[in-house]
Every structure is written in structure tokens, then in C-alpha cells.
């Protein structure tokens, strides 16, 4: 099990959402689109650092690519952080 400190932060209409993993694009422009908010931002590399964190499609990537290689996440990790990053900015 690899637990990880989700945060969010607010100040004025801004808000963060943040992770220790090295996010790819994607999972970030998922969560905006989710939540639907113009001032909500998705940040990586924050309260330590867990190595990349692809998406699922990457994660099962069967080729010698980075995700492939310097990942410890299991492909689940992609909708529990999506999830738990969508609750906090709505709390925001």
C-alpha cells in the first residue's frame, strides 16, 4: 500500500489541488473538466515524491517507457486520485 497526502488550497476564486506524483497532462485536464471551474489547478510534485504517475493506458503500456519503469502505482491509483482530487476542489 502507498498512501499519499492529497491538499487543496484557496485563495480568492484560485484553487489547487495537489499530489507528490509526476501527473501527466491528462489526469489534469480530466480533473478541470470535471469540476468545470475555470480557476482550479492540479499540481504534481508537492508534499514529496512518489515517481511518475501515468494514466491507466500508460500504466499498462507493455513497451520499456518510462511509465513502464518508474511508476509505483498500480493502475487503480489513476480513479481514487481523480476522485479524491474532484472532492476536494468542490470543497474548495
Known amino acids: 500500500v502507498l ?7 484557496r485563495i480568492g476564486d484560485f484553487k489547487l489541488v495537489t499530489f507528490p ?29 512518489i515517481y511518475y ?9 507493455k513497451g520499456y517507457a518510462q511509465e513502464d519503469c518508474d511508476t509505483l502505482v498500480a493502475p487503480e491509483w489513476q480513479a481514487m486520485f481523480e476522485k479524491k482530487a474532484i472532492e476536494v476542489l468542490n470543497k474548495l
Not at 498512501?3 to 488550497?9: F, P
Not at 509526476?22 to 504534481?44: C, R, Y
Not at 504517475?53 to 503500456?61: C, D, L
Open 3 to 9: 498512501e499519499t497526502e492529497v491538499c487543496g488550497l
Open 21 to 49: 506524483g509526476e501527473l501527466t497532462v491528462q489526469i489534469g485536464l480530466d480533473i478541470k473538466k470535471a469540476v468545470n471551474d475555470p480557476h482550479a489547478f492540479v499540481s504534481g510534485y508537492t508534499n514529496g515524491y
Open 53 to 61: 504517475t501515468p494514466t491507466v493506458e500508460q500504466r499498462n503500456n
